[in-house]
Every structure is written in C-alpha cells, then in structure tokens.
C-alpha cells in the first residue's frame, strides 16, 4: 500500500488505494499509530438508498430516488444542504440553460421564492431553504451535522454499512445501494475504490477559492465602473471588469492571488466577490485545508479593508460573511466502468447511456500563480458531449454508485463537466438507477440506463 506522505509525494496521483483501515492522521504518521479498541455500533437505519454529501449532486441523488420510491437517507457534514451551492457561498449556477428534471425545477423554486436574483445568480440563504423544503416534500430523511468515516463490505465486494460521527457519537448505517456525492469522494476512498486526482503530468489540483459574500457596493457603480456586465440578469463579471478589479486591488499593495476576480451581483446591494486562490492544496489533506482557509480568509479581509480605505465606491464596502468552507475544486476522481476523458469532449462524444449533456468549457485554474493566477482551457476545446451512465458506476465496489464532480473521468475532463448545471442531473440519474437497483435486488450495474 502506497503510504500517504509517498502519496503527497508522487508526482502522477494515479490510482492509488487505500485500505479501509485508511485513516489521514494514521497515514501521516506511519512511524507512530495505535490501535483503536474494538467496539460495539448501534446500527440508526436499514434502508434502501444512502447518499453522501448534500451538494447539487447529493440532493439531486435524494430527490431522484427518493420520488423513485426507495427509502432514502441523506448525510450530510454540513449544518446545510447545498456544498458548495450554500456552504461555500458560490451564489453562481453554470451549465444549467436547457436542463430539464431536478435543475430546472430547483431554478423555477428559486424564482418563486426570490431566491434568485438573475437567471443564474442565487441567494445562497434561500438555497438552504429551498433544497431543505423540497427533500421533505420527497420524504427524503435528512441527517445533518454528519461526516461519513468509514464504509465496511462483505463478502460480495458490497459496502455492508458506513459509520459516521456526529453529536450522537460514532454510528452504522445500512443501504442496499450507497451514492457517492462527497465531491472529494470520501465515501469510495473509505471503501478502497482507486481514483485519480490531479494533473497526471504533475499532480497538482486546481486551486481552493473562499468565496464572500459583501454589502455596501451599489449594482448601479459597479455597472458603470464595468465590474459587471449590467443589471439583474446581466449582473456577471466582464473579462475588462475582472482585469480591473485586479489592477484596484494592486493600487492597495495587494497582488491578489487570484488575478481575474470576479463579483456576482446576488441583489442589488449585494454581491458575492471571488478574489484569492490557494494553490496545490489537496482535498485529502486536512492540515492543509485548514492553512488554506485561515491564509484565504486574512487575504479576503486585507483586501476589502484596503478597498474600503480607498473610498469612491468602496467607501462602504463590508464583508456580510465568508464561506464555512473553502471552495474544494478538485478532488478524487473515483474510477468507475468508463472514465471520460479529453478526447470524448474533443469528439463532442455521445453514449447511449448518456445521461447528462455538458455544454461548460474546459475551465483550469492556474495550477501555480506562476501560470497567471487566473484561468483556461489549456488548448482541450470541447463540443456539446453527454456523460454516460457508467461513469457514475464505481469499479471496484458493487453497489456503490457516484455524482458529482467525483465521478469517473480525467483531468481535463472533470475541468469541465465539474459545474453545478450537471452535477444536479448527474445525481438525478444515480438516484433513479440507485432505487431501481435497490427496489429490484439487483446491482446498478444491472440496471439498463432505459429502464428508467
Ligand atoms: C471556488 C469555486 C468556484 C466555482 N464556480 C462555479 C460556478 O460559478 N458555477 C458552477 O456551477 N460551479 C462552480 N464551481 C464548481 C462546483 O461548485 C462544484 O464542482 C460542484 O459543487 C460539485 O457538486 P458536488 O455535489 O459534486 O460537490 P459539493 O458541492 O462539493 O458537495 C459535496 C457535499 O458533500 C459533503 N461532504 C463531503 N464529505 C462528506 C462526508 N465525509 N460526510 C458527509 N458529507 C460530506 C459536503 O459538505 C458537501 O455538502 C466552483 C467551485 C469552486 C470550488
């Protein structure tokens, strides 16, 4: 077994294993372990369908096979549902024009509740309640405040249960089918699926951003400043805007380490601002995250107190809140019976057991400050290409299934099929897959993407 500091090491993060006893702090000090006692765990629930993180692909997992008639729990770390959606402030949906299903319904939601300022912009506050609402009206039952630690299979290469920790202490869950939605696949890894992570040719990961969420600007300076495009649903950033907020921000002695930032406005005296990177932090690697949030965190708030200083239009300008938890691009890609890669978006490639139709660009943030701090395609141009079901079937374990941006596929390719506006149908079709496999005492593997 590749050890964890080798792991942190090596240069192609390629497929690299853990056993189920893996565990990041025992890892990290190989020399140094104990051995935990033995114990006894209540077993909460025996049900059909367990899903794992309560991001947009976690909820439209949820939701799917919940409306799929399967009993369906939802475990989520956070004291909201959402990811990177609400915990993480994104407060920007892309990729979602033209879907049908869960997302145009979570978007029609929005509106009516006035969640949403623009056609793609969102209050994430309003999030939280929308997504909460809608898994009660699905009957999902909705376990907060909950990590998933562990996952345990018998003898037919099935997860028997998970364990999770919680403010009940340390607990056993039972599902006939798990669902992977953790983004960094926590759950997989737990249960010794390979993956990949990061560039092959380095290993580097796209760069943690802490989103903010500011009050005290005004829609209408920022429009005719060019920070964004326009009003309401026009109220994305220009690329000219993004430039100029740089050069802003370097007038205070900052060089911002994110060097295209970018402000989303959510309402008319509110914007959420983009403004840091943290580089080569990866997902499994707590200490790090937690460095990266605190340096984020004090960049963020150097930033906005210079600008304020600056007076003009920064002269009221606060910070409402940041984000719980960083923004994590990039995590473990979970093998699964088909990985897309670079030439299947190349190629526009279509499957028949396409599940979702991707539309996003290729989108890498700089690997290292040094690449410009900002963002491209790396020259990997895609077409319209669809995801295809086997790409949310886990290889190695055989009723574990995955959405989200930890699903089956390469570098380039998560770069791109990675936004909110597929994760959300990628959950939906797991979820279907998932209840039917559950409902029908078969593997999801076994369940045709037309049966449902
Ligand atoms: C800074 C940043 C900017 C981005 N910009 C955009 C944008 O403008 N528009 C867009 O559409 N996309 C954007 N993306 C991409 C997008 O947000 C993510 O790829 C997307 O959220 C993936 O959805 P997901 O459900 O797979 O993962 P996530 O949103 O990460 O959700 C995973 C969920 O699982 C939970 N979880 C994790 N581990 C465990 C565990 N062990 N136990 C229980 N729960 C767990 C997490 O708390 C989280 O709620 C951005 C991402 C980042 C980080």
Redesign the pocket.
């Known amino acids: 077994m590749l050890k964890r500091r080798d792991f942190l090491k090596s240069s192609a993060l390629t497929a690299l294993i853990p056993t189920s006893d893996w565990s990041d702090n025992y890892l990290a000090n190989t020399d140094k372990s104990v051995t935990e006692p033995k114990r006894q765990l209540s077993i909460v629930q025996e049900t059909d369908v367990i899903v794992?993180?309560?991001?947009?692909?976690?909820?439209g997992a949820a939701l799917s096979a919940a409306r799929s008639g399967a009993k369906t729990t939802l475990?989520?770390?956070?004291g909201c549902?959402?990811?990177?959606?609400t915990?993480?402030l994104?407060?920007?949906?892309?990729?979602?024009e033209g879907k049908t299903g869960i997302m145009k319904e979570i978007i029609d939601r929005l509106d009516a509740t006035d969640a949403q300022y623009t056609a793609k912009k969102y209050d994430a506050e309003l999030m939280k309640w929308t997504l909460e609402q809608m898994c009660k009206e699905a009957g999902v039952e909705v376990r907060l405040h909950?990590?998933?630690?562990a996952a345990y299979k018998d003898k037919n290469n099935k997860i028997d249960y998970i364990a999770?920790e919680s403010f009940s202490g340390r607990e056993a869950w039972k599902a006939k089918v798990f669902i992977d939605?953790?983004?960094?696949g926590?759950?997989a890894a737990r249960a010794d699926c390979g993956f990949d992570m990061g560039e092959p040719q380095t290993g580097k990961v796209q760069p943690?951003?802490l989103?903010v969420i500011l009050s005290g600007l005004n829609e209408d300076d920022l429009v005719k400043a060019g920070y964004i495009k326009g009003y309401g649903k026009d109220g994305s950033p220009s690329e000219t805007g993004k430039k100029k907020l740089h050069a802003e921000i370097l007038k205070i002695g900052i060089d911002a380490s994110y060097t295209m930032p970018s402000f989303?406005s959510i309402r008319p005296d509110m914007v959420a601002l983009?403004v840091n990177h943290q580089y080569g932090v990866l997902a499994s690697d707590a200490a790090a995250i937690s460095q990266a949030t605190i340096e984020a965190r004090n960049e963020v708030n150097k930033i906005i107190d210079g600008l304020r200083k600056l007076g003009g239009i920064w002269s009221k300008v606060r910070i409402v809140t940041t984000a719980a938890?960083i923004?994590?691009?990039e995590g473990r890609r979970i093998h699964g019976l088909y990985s897309l890669t670079k030439e299947d978006l190349m190629r526009g490639a279509k499957f028949e057991d396409g599940v979702c139709t991707v539309n996003f660009v290729v989108d890498v943030h700089s690997l290292v400050k040094g690449e410009g701090g900002g963002y491209g395609n790396n020259g990997v141009i895609m077409k319209p290409y669809q995801i295809p079901l086997r790409s949310l079937i886990a290889k190695d374990v055989n009723n574990l299934m995955m959405?989200?941006?930890?699903i089956s596929g390469d570098f380039y390719a998560h770069a791109s099929y990675?936004?909110?506006?597929n994760?959300v149908p990628m959950?939906e079709a797991a979820g279907k897959i998932a209840a039917k496999a559950a409902l029908t005492m078969r593997l999801p593997k076994e369940i045709k993407w037309n049966e449902v």
């Open positions: 794992c993180g309560g991001g947009p692909a976690g909820i475990i989520e770390v956070h549902l959402g990811g990177v959606w915990a993480s994104l407060s920007n949906i892309i990729d979602h909950t990590r998933v630690t999770t939605t953790t983004g960094n926590e759950l943690m951003s989103m989303f983009m938890q923004g994590i691009r959405a989200g941006r930890c990675r936004v909110t506006g994760a959950g």
